[in-house]
């Protein structure tokens, strides 16, 4: 099939590399020259596991092109996808500004009949605001072309982002005419060969769909970090209360994992998108708001903890920090929890040493405005450090030279974010360890 895709981010890439690994035709664009210069030359420009390789692979089999014009996509798909970003506005709300200025453009410039997939995380009612821009771009130019908009949202993990593409545990698809629907089917029967895991609904089921999917894995995650910090104020250790409660089969290991809260592009900016989308329609939903509440608080309970251990007054103190992406495996730092806890630190005196495996360049830029002493290896971190804080659990954290970490340190604290480690054993070797969710 000929796809043309618009956006060429996590997920724009990621789609058109795997569509053209299934022997389709793609054009990726984005209005961002220098991401298309580097995607042309091979460079990509974002690091996500098995991409670059996908990328390389079907560009020089001619598969995968990209392009900074609409044109070359519209020229010859018969599929487009909206793939932009779709970021949080200054009210909470989805800011659809990228998305309809795609929709007006594909008016503007579509040369035959098409099928247009809106894969942006989008608020309900979205496919109509498309269908009636381009509509409205067609008209202007006096032209009887004909379209169809689909919701296809997309579900993958920033990490895994391949894997989940490749082997989705469903694909939804909204669509309101059959022959659309056939269509997104046939492009996705590659993806879903033993097991059909194809969804079909209507449109605004479909784009209702993801954000139920995001508010239910952020309210699980919000919902262990509060039972953490009531584990705290209870002396129980959440490290026993979340295994005891995931062996229920109902509740289950995934997503109850304590930390210091959640971050990345979509769960926060999705989880408030839902409040305004439900408060825009007269309901207030009350449980989750207070998923995001529970979130924001807890992004500071590596601080707190902190000073817990030190006073408010950091002057003085070097900290170093492991891991700065917002979870491993990425080099997206989009509201990652490093970005608060070393906001709070630097601003209460303290000097920050970091350090992680793939994000630095990114860290730099989010946190250009803040002095960071970057370090190009975990253990340059700890020279003369007063504590240690796990901030993203990279693989590379799991297993460190606790004697080389306890002869750089001044200090003896290490405050785990992400709590990898058993208590004893890091006890044993002259740590005073921190937790979260356990009574210190
Ligand atoms: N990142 C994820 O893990 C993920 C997962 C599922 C869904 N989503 C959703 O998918 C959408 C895209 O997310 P992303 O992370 O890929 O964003 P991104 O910011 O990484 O990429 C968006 C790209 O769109 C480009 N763009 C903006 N306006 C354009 C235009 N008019 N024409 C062509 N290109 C344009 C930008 O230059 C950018 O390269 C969002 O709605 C997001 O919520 C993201």
Redesign the pocket.
Known sequence: MKVGI???????LVAAACFSEMGNDIVC????QS?IEKLKEGIIP?YEPGLSALVRGNVSKGSLRFSID?NDALSVSEVVFI????PMGDDGSADLK?VL??AQ?IGENMKSNLVIVN????PVGTADKVKETVQSALNNRNSNLRFNVVSN??????GA?INDFMHPDRVVVGADDESAMQLMRNLYDPFTFSNDRFIGMDIRSAEMT?YAANAMLATKISFINEIANICESVGADVNHVRTGIGSDRRIGYQFIYPGCGYG???FP??VQALVNIANDHGYNPELISSVERVNKAQKQVLFSKLVGQFGDNLKGKKIAVWGLSFKPETD?MREAPSIDLIQSIVKAGGEVSAYDPKAMDEAKFYLKHIKVNYCNDKYTTLDDADALILVTEWKEFRSPNFALIKSKMHGNLFIDGRNQFKSDYIQSKGFKYIQIGVKS
């Open positions: 618009i956006g060429s981010g996590y997920v724009g664009v984005d209005v961002d991401k974002i609409i793939a932009v970003g779709t990228y200025q795609v453009s894969k942006s995380t989008v949202p997309e579900f993958l993990k920033e982002a993801k990345g592009s979509c900016k999705d997206d």
